[in-house]
């Protein structure tokens, strides 16, 4: 498709209270300008030209890896002269104009859009809706064809009553935009030059007119104040969790769901209120999240159960795993199968073997874990000396009784058992029960762990 897409993005916003560039303001933990470029880059066109103005620097210094070309637009005299700023630049048959507040846009209303309009037409994308309030009106004939579009401001009393409203979604052929635009006048309230005045050009002209309806009016949504940001932020969380719902997953209540990244979950997994997702998340098959938890960038295998409350940030997790309530699993955790966190946990770059529990009150930092291993309640790992951090290891089938601290770095051989309340400071030998009192380390030989 020979296409080009214009998005405008030059406002402030002064209505959202706020420094931070309007296109700027999160929507799904992403900018809003990001879900435009994002759906616009769907369509595969030639060139996407983003016209700025406030704060120009901040907004292109948060996309410089994108593929797009800046256009400044210095001072604001409305859409009109934005789109104008573009015109040298444009080289294909088409232009396709966006914007950088309205982040709802889907892929496939825009390709149906597209396909629905003539190439020597002027596209309008059109909506009906309950509450017109401050919207263009899309202004007909006696035959049903639009002849105008008239802002709020500008419009009568019998036009207000108008519940068919323009979007400012435009596909234009590019020599049409580059003959009319000159022509646009500030004889408006706004002594701005509006967009919409190249429709009554069109009409004029005669250049053939378009309009495609939008079948779900939320889908050009424009976000100029918080309380629409936090309306746009439910209809977002709201069509995710459809998507996940239709993909076989089970999540409790939609309207407590938040998805602030990606999130990929196999059928048969269920997610619980409240929970948060950052970054972009994995879960495997029939893996359940509790109420309260916060997730980020974490791989998570099949049959995980994460209980209530638990933090998990850049870690993964293997099958069968049961991790909380209260837990806390830090970047560069691993955990194989069938391993067991629990209440009030802290695990912070460790890997864990499969099997192995960690049940009560422990912090465990910068260590390696065997198989089946058991560490007691209110054990830790003493892994830092305020310069750096040391390792511990620990081989398969340790018992380490409670409250216990290893200083690393340090080694437990295999089958070695800690008693409770030590301070391990040398190596525990493999098989033997290491004891400490009094800061004495003490290894009893031929002792026998107790057998059922």
């Known amino acids: 498709m020979d296409l080009s897409v214009v998005i405008l993005a030059a406002g402030q916003g002064k209505r959202m209270q706020s420094t931070q560039p309007k296109v ?63 015109l040298p630049y444009l080289n294909t048959e088409q232009v396709l104009i966006l914007y950088g507040d309205v982040p709802l846009l889907s892929l496939s209303m825009l390709d149906n859009f597209l396909q629905q309009t003539p190439q020597q037409a002027l596209g309008i994308l059109t909506a009906k809706v309950d509450n017109p309030l401050g919207l263009g009106r899309i202004v007909r004939n006696q035959v049903d064809e639009i002849i105008a579009i008239v802002e709020e401001q500008d419009a009568t009393l019998a036009q207000r009553q108008i519940t068919e409203v323009n979007t400012g979604i435009y596909l234009a052929p590019t020599h049409y935009l580059k003959a009319c635009l000159p022509l ?17 050009m069109a009409a004029a002209a005669p250049l053939p007119l378009c309009a495609t309806l939008v079948e779900d009016p939320s889908d050009i949504l424009g976000i100029n104040n918080k309380v629409q940001l936090h309306q746009a932020e439910r209809i977002y969380q709201q069509r995710y969790a459809q ?38 998340n994995v879960l495997g098959p029939d893996t359940h999240i509790g109420p309260n938890c916060w997730l980020r960038n974490c791989k998570i295998g099949q049959g995980v159960r994460i209980l209530a409350n638990s933090y998990l940030d850049s870690v993964t997790i293997g099958e069968q795993c ?30 864990i073997d499969s099997g192995s529990k960690i049940n009560h009150l422990n912090y465990i930092g910068d260590t390696t874990m065997g198989k089946a291993v058991n560490i007691g309640a209110g054990t830790i790992t003493c892994n830092y000396d305020g310069v750096y951090k040391h390792q511990t290891i620990i081989h398969d089938k340790v018992l380490i009784g409670a409250g216990c601290q290893l200083i ?17 400071k040398k190596a525990a030998p493999a098989f033997a029960l290491t ?18």
């Open 408 to 424: 690393a770095p340090v080694m437990l051989g295999e089958g070695a058992t800690l008693g409770a309340g030590s301070t391990l």
């Open 435 to 452: 004891l400490t009192y009094q800061l004495e380390q003490r290894v009893l030989p031929g002792w026998q762990r107790p057998k059922s």
């Open 322 to 351: 049961q991790i909380g309530p209260f837990a806390r699993l830090r970047p560069g955790t691993t955990l194989a199968k069938q391993v067991r966190v629990g209440n009030f946990v802290e695990i912070k770059n460790s890997t």
């Open 24 to 86: 700027l303001q999160t929507l799904g933990a992403k900018p809003m300008l990001q879900h435009v470029l994002e759906v616009a880059l769907g369509l595969s066109p030639q060139a996407i030209y983003v016209i700025t103005g406030y704060q120009a620097q901040q907004v292109k210094q948060t996309f410089i890896d994108w593929p797009v070309h800046w256009i400044e637009q210095p001072v604001q005299l409305g859409t009109g002269d934005a789109v104008r700023q573009a």
């Open 184 to 200: 646009l006048s500030q004889d408006n309230a706004q002594q701005e030059f509006y967009l919409t005045e190249i429709v009554a």
């Open 243 to 280: 998507r996940l719902l239709k993909q076989g997953v089970t999540i409790f209540d939609m309207a407590r769901f938040d998805v602030r990244g990606t999130l990929e979950a196999a059928p048969g997994c269920s997610i619980d209120i409240n929970s948060i997702f950052e970054g972009h």
